[in-house]
């Protein structure tokens, strides 16, 4: 396949694309007869020449076809085209289309009258049909021998603008454009996790017996296998799948001019190539969808990780030339994978305080179905460490999805025979441990003490001695028992460290009879005068207390408030 077109009187866009065949032997024709025909309308009216032993990128516009052409100077040339598809599946034939005997390279180069050369041109609208594909599938045309002439492959996308790559060359045996797949193309599914999925194949014959550096590229989406790495990219963005920036020396067309900037001079040569419709390719980006591509090297065995539970995902595999960025699919796999464990439903009795324990990150659920029917169903959730999410399902639905940190009361809607599935999510720093209360019961009878929204001590600065401290907290308007404790800790004893201790489920059973300051009852009518203060005593100078007040509820569950430190004076 080698090309006689000179730069003179051709467009500057079609001149670079010629640029790739400088120093190849030239056929011998009448010049003026061959430009008269290179610049025939009808022979190439928006088409563009295809190099040969290079890949090519294209795009198609919706149901307005393109042509491109090549010439095969000698007869009986191995000819190799393929067409590989991106965005949607096209339609696409190749035809010969014989030129004059003057334009092949039997001539004797003896330029004829004019007149005698316009009576020779052949009509080249139709030529022979070798061969026509309609899919989405990588295809190709090969003969083994060929004759000379004019070749035409015409192109169309139906459906809508699509990205294409076309490879043509006349040295198929020795040019080994794409990886060579294995005996056995397939990518298998060696280990099934519930959120992991390990892929194994075997490698490809061009890396390993060809020493060409090949790298493996895995896609992974949850829609369909893709039957060419430009197909999955252009799914992941379309800036990504069309218009890398062409390597020097190789392959350009002229759409790659007019994204570049680079407007063609020759309206014929690119026509359909208006502003509006580049700017049209490239406003509408298809929306990613799930869909991940990784480049791993040359290992041939890789774990997808971070996969949702009990989902159906496809994987495919592309072997990557990495100097010339072609790329061969492998046989692509599907997998499911595995269902979460299935956890136990934890029954919750009406007015009974459970205890649950959670993994970090991991979920618990529990079940609530009133014997008798009821208007309401008061919650308690109590976070004794870090804060959870609970979710709220009745009759399968959602009543409530809220993060909880310390004690929440959630007041549900009844209704006749419902049941209520409560959900709760544990942390990300470590694991959880609550008390959850549901009850149908009324308000005066529940065992959880009331909690003001602000569950802080506040400790006033001035009022510090050397021996004491004075503190405050809030109350409600329901009696409650209120217990202070102190606990003498080092200077080193920082907020972190008071965190991790900060366990609001244990109650003052918990701590020992001389941390004990005193115990109180306190309420008050109006919230807005409900606080009290106390002062302790018997500290020693310059030491640092953890105060603690825990609030008891009427059948003794006890609730702690924020824990705050407190350091007394040096001197006095």
């Known amino acids: 396949m080698r090309l006689d077109f000179g730069p003179q009187g051709w467009p500057l866009a079609l001149a670079l694309l010629l640029g790739v065949v400088v120093g190849q032997k030239l056929p011998t024709r009448d010049e003026g007869l061959f430009q008269m025909q290179i610049r025939d309308k009808t022979l190439f009216h928006d088409s563009s020449v295809i190099p040969d032993g290079a890949e090519i990128s294209g795009y198609l516009f919706r149901d307005t076809p393109k042509r491109y052409y090549f010439v095969v100077e000698e007869d009986n040339t191995p000819l190799s085209v393929t067409v590989t598809p991106c965005d949607a599946p096209l339609e696409w034939k190749l035809t010969l289309q014989e030129l004059p005997e003057e334009a092949s390279g039997e001539g004797s180069g003896e330029p004829e009258p004019l007149d005698q050369q316009k009576q020779q041109q052949v009509t080249v609208d139709e030529g022979t049909e070798l061969f026509s594909y309609k899919g989405n599938d990588v295809e190709s045309y090969v003969a083994t021998s060929s004759p000379s002439g004019l070749y035409q492959l015409e192109m169309l996308s139906t459906e809508k603008d699509s990205n294409f790559k076309v490879y043509a060359t006349t040295t198929p045996a020795s040019d080994q454009p794409y990886p060579e797949l294995p005996y056995d193309p397939r990518v298998d599914v060696t280990a099934l996790g519930r959120t992991t999925v390990t892929l194994a194949w075997k490698p490809t014959p061009t890396g390993v017996l060809m020493g060409q550096p090949v790298q493996y590229c895995v896609v992974i989406n949850k829609e369909h296998n893709f039957k060419s790495l430009c197909a999955a990219e252009a799914k992941i963005s379309a800036d990504d799948a069309f218009m890398a920036a062409p390597k020097p020396g190789r392959d350009f067309s002229p759409f790659d001019f007019a994204h570049f900037g680079f407007v063609p001079s020759d309206n014929n040569l690119n026509r359909g190539l208006t502003s509006n419709k580049i700017s049209r390719s490239y406003t509408a980006k298809p929306k990613a969808s799930d869909i991940q591509k990784v480049c791993i090297g040359n290992k041939n065995i890789f774990t997808v990780s971070d996969l949702k539970p009990d989902t159906q995902y496809y994987f495919d595999v592309f072997a990557v030339n990495s100097a010339t960025n072609t790329s061969t699919a492998y046989v692509g796999t599907f997998a499911r994978t595995k269902e979460e464990a299935r956890q136990k439903t934890v029954e919750l009795k009406d007015g009974k305080v459970s205890d649950v324990f ?142 991790r201790e900060q366990n609001q489920c244990a109650g003052p059973e918990t701590r020992r009879k001389s941390e004990k300051v005193l115990c109180k009852y306190f309420h008050s009518p109006n919230l807005q005068k409900a606080v009290t203060t106390e002062t302790i005593t018997g500290l020693e100078p310059g030491k640092t207390y953890l105060l603690d007040v825990y609030v008891v509820g009427h059948s003794g569950h006890s609730v702690k408030y924020q824990s705050k430190l407190v350091k007394t004076r040096k001197y006095c």
């Open 358 to 499: 959670i993994k970090r990150k991991s979920s618990k659920f529990l079940r609530f179905a009133p014997v008798s029917s009821h208007q309401r169903v008061t919650l308690f959730v109590h976070a004794c460490l870090d804060s959870v999410q609970v979710q709220v399902r009745r009759d399968g639905k959602l009543l409530l999805s809220q993060n909880v940190e310390g004690i929440r009361q959630f007041q549900l809607r009844g209704k006749p025979k419902a049941k209520y599935l409560i959900r709760l999510r544990g942390s990300r720093k470590g694991a959880s441990t609550l008390k959850v209360l549901a009850t149908t019961k009324p308000s005066s009878k529940q065992p959880f003490p009331s909690l003001p929204e602000d569950t802080r001590i506040k400790a006033f600065d001035k009022l510090r001695t050397c021996s004491s401290a004075t503190v405050a907290w809030l109350g409600t308007q329901d009696r409650n028992k209120f217990c202070v404790y102190k606990k003498e800790v080092s200077e080193s004893y920082g907020e972190e460290q008071r965190r």
